[in-house]
């Protein structure tokens, strides 16, 4: 049995940042639009799409596991269709949006991107099965008389990281970027591309949708949601441009002597430090988590390092 813990006395989560009650089970199935329906367990999200020909299902995060089966039987049972899954799209290859696609074998059709398919294989994951059909830039997904248009818009929190468009039912699926009410946690959501991930939402928005299934936590995220993510990082930004101007290396490297790394975490940190203090504060009762320091210092310490490294901001050059 586990040891009980204690968590520090973190601010209350907004109420508009909550999602729907569990079910009984730990799920929450819920309809998008028409035939399209969301499964939750609170933290993850997946999707799927039922047509006359078969259901299609949109990752398969291993948290929600057995219950993803549960959910498509309980609204194919009450809507009198069938409940064979015959198509599997990976949005990305992180397995925990996807490795629960080995509880839906035999004769079902895996899609995804073609870098998706190369990290498969590297990964050597049974759990994530490898894609039958994969695709470069752009691929239209038809099924049972419904349409889903797959993109690739480049890198952002993976190299491989879709946008998945149903334009018939005003939604669009894009994991990993904007937690709907919610910070991002640790370094951008852990991605991998600072440039790609801050660019991504725009790229959403440029889709014509009301819904958007974003891969984590209750409910479904709105266009207002991606603005609110917007102005989060573009503040971040900003304040980490003026720590950097602001902040006086030389005393840290100074103080750590012989030690350069010391200099450069004294440095570092302090730079981080405080670009991310004006952000906590700001969004504090805003997004929810806000207050878990850490999450709003990796993502700033993320942009910082991107803008001295990835747009050319590294410091003078020497004579």
Do not use: C
Not at 106 to 134: F, M, N, S, W, Y
């Amino acid at each position: 049995m586990s040891s009980p813990v204690e968590l520090p006395d973190y601010a209350p989560i907004p109420e508009s940042a909550l999602g729907p009650a569990l079910n009984e089970q730990g799920y929450y199935v819920g309809r998008v639009e028409r035939n399209l329906y969301y499964v939750t367990d609170g933290v993850y999200q997946a999707a799927f799409l039922t047509t006359p020909d078969g259901v299609v299902l949109f990752d398969a995060p291993p948290s929600i596991g057995g219950n993803l089966r549960r959910a498509i039987d309980e609204i194919a049972a009450a809507n009198g269709v069938t409940n064979q899954v015959t198509h599997f799209v990976y949005s990305h290859h992180h397995a925990d949006h996807g490795s629960a696609a080995f509880l839906f074998g035999g004769d079902v059709t895996r899609i995804g991107h073609e870098e998706t398919k190369r990290l498969l294989l590297r990964d050597e994951d049974q759990a994530r099965p490898l894609p039958d059909v994969t695709f470069a830039d752009r691929y239209t997904l038809e099924v049972g008389g419904e349409r889903v248009e797959l993109a690739w818009h480049g890198p952002n929190h993976t190299p491989d990281n879709i946008y998945i468009h149903f334009p018939d039912h005003d939604t669009l699926m894009f994991i990993d970027v904007v937690n709907a009410g919610w910070v991002a946690i640790y370094n951008l959501n852990l991605s991998e591309d600072v440039i790609g991930y801050m660019g991504a939402p725009a790229i959403a928005l440029s889709y014509p949708w009301t819904h958007m299934i974003s891969g984590h936590l209750g409910r479904l995220a709105t266009r207002d949601d991606v603005a609110v993510h917007q102005q989060y990082i573009a503040d971040i930004d900003a304040s980490a441009r003026e720590a950097l101007a602001s902040v006086d290396p030389v005393p840290y490297y100074v103080a750590g002597g012989q030690n350069f790394w010391a200099g450069v975490k004294g440095h570092l940190d302090a730079v981080t430090e405080r670009a991310a203090a004006p952000i906590i504060a700001k969004y504090t009762g805003v997004l929810a988590a806000a207050d878990i320091e850490d999450f709003t210092r990796t993502t700033t310490f993320q942009i910082m390092q991107s803008y001295r490294l990835d747009r050319g901001h590294s410091g003078p050059v020497h004579p």
